[in-house]
């Protein structure tokens, strides 16, 4: 009886360690089959490099911002690769945060990203999410296992505006995609903000930008991204901060950040991370 319970209990573990690793070698092949969307989406980046001349009729702070962030001949990024730790609320509307750990692939014209977290559940396996914007299109999915889907969206408006906004408030990652040449058109507000618009292809965006003291972008809002709430897409306030600037590859980025829903009844943050590394791939 009891060699028979043992077993019966290795052969479960051994088909629970067979699922999760194929499980994860089918995560793997969709994450790589994103990326190489991603990179056949690219387009030419024009001009290579960086000029204040780029400035000029651009409202002040955000000539400053230019200038605080960047140097004089900086060659534009055209590809970034980030990971990144923190911890991810499970409920926006409650107090559910889980550690997380994820690498984010960039690709700045065209505009895409794919965000590939790994969500600890404890008890039970990690969640794996796939939050991305690749040739036009959003996808959302989840899974665990990487074999069993829990949420999966994808090719709607509301979810590629709403990705096309998360690239577009993430550029302090990669500023240079911030510039007017390439594709941002920025409308003054007053002497610490200023209001930004993307375009890309069907799908606009705009976002309004704060500056701190020193120049810096400290804070985003776009007044409606597409929540999801109980299974439903809601129209929703949303908002960034970004905080600790350091210099990397002679640019000043933020190294951690908050993102939170702006809801009736409060805010909800549902993002907390700090980047532990950072690859830029310059343009050619």
Same mark, same amino acid.
């Given at each position: 009886?009891?060699?028979?319970?043992?077993?019966? *209990?290795?052969?479960?573990?051994?088909?629970?360690?067979?699922?999760?690793?194929?499980?994860?070698?089918?995560?793997?092949?969709?994450?790589?089959?994103?990326?190489?969307?991603?990179?056949?989406?690219?387009?030419?980046?024009?001009?290579?490099?960086?000029?204040?001349?780029?400035?000029?009729?651009?409202?002040?702070? !955000?000539?400053?911002?230019?200038?605080?962030?960047?140097?004089?001949?900086?060659?534009?990024?055209?590809? !970034?690769? *980030?990971?990144?730790? =923190?911890?991810?609320?499970?409920?926006?509307?409650?107090?559910?945060?889980?550690?997380?750990?994820?690498?984010?692939? *960039?690709?700045?014209?065209?505009?895409?990203?794919?965000?590939?977290?790994?969500?600890?559940?404890?008890?039970?396996?990690?969640?794996? !999410?796939?939050?991305?914007?690749?040739?036009?299109?959003?996808?959302?999915?989840?899974?665990?296992?990487?074999?069993?889907? !829990?949420?999966?969206?994808?090719?709607?408006?509301?979810?590629?505006? =709403?990705?096309?906004?998360?690239?577009?408030?993430?550029?302090?990652?990669?500023?240079?995609?911030?510039?007017?040449?390439?594709?941002?058109?920025?409308?003054?507000?007053?002497?610490?903000?200023?209001?930004?618009?993307?375009?890309?292809?069907?799908?606009?965006?705009?976002?309004?930008?704060?500056?701190?003291?020193?120049?810096?972008?400290?804070?985003?809002?776009?007044?409606?991204?597409?929540?999801?709430?109980?299974?439903?897409?809601?129209?929703?306030?949303?908002?960034?901060?970004?905080?600790?600037?350091?210099?990397?590859? =002679?640019?000043?980025?933020?190294?951690?950040?908050?993102?939170?829903?702006?809801?009736?009844? =409060?805010?909800?943050?549902?993002?907390?991370?700090?980047?532990?590394?950072?690859?830029?791939?310059?343009?050619?």
């Amino acid at each position: 009886m009891w060699k028979t319970l043992c077993w019966i *209990v290795l052969g479960l573990a051994a088909a629970i360690a067979a699922a999760r690793a194929y499980g994860s070698q089918r995560w793997q092949s969709a994450t790589d089959a994103m990326h190489t969307n991603l990179e056949a989406a690219r387009r030419p980046i024009t001009p290579k490099t960086y000029s204040t001349h780029e400035l000029t009729g651009l409202p002040a702070p !955000v000539q400053r911002y230019f200038r605080a962030a960047l140097t004089e001949g900086q060659p534009m990024i055209a590809a !970034v690769t *980030v990971e990144h730790t =923190g911890t991810f609320n499970m409920d926006p509307a409650g107090d559910q945060w889980k550690p997380f750990s994820s690498t984010q692939r *960039v690709i700045t014209q065209r505009p895409g990203f794919d965000w590939e977290a790994r969500i600890a559940m404890l008890p039970g396996p990690p969640a794996r !999410v796939h939050d991305a914007y690749i040739a036009g299109e959003g996808i959302l999915h989840g899974s665990l296992f990487g074999l069993v889907s !829990v949420v999966q969206i994808r090719g709607t408006p509301d979810l590629a505006h =709403g990705e096309l906004l998360r690239f577009f408030a993430e550029a302090a990652w990669y500023p240079t995609a911030l510039l007017p040449s390439q594709g941002v058109q920025w409308a003054a507000v007053d002497d610490r903000s200023a209001t930004a618009t993307l375009r890309d292809g069907n799908t606009s965006t705009t976002l309004l930008f704060r500056f701190n003291a020193d120049d810096l972008i400290d804070s985003l809002r776009a007044e409606a991204r597409g929540a999801l709430i109980d299974g439903v897409t809601v129209p929703t306030p949303w908002e960034g901060r970004w905080s600790n600037y350091e210099l990397h590859d =002679g640019m000043r980025i933020p190294t951690e950040g908050e993102v939170r829903w702006m809801f009736p009844a =409060g805010p909800g943050p549902y993002w907390r991370g700090r980047i532990t590394s950072i690859v830029y791939q310059l343009a050619p």
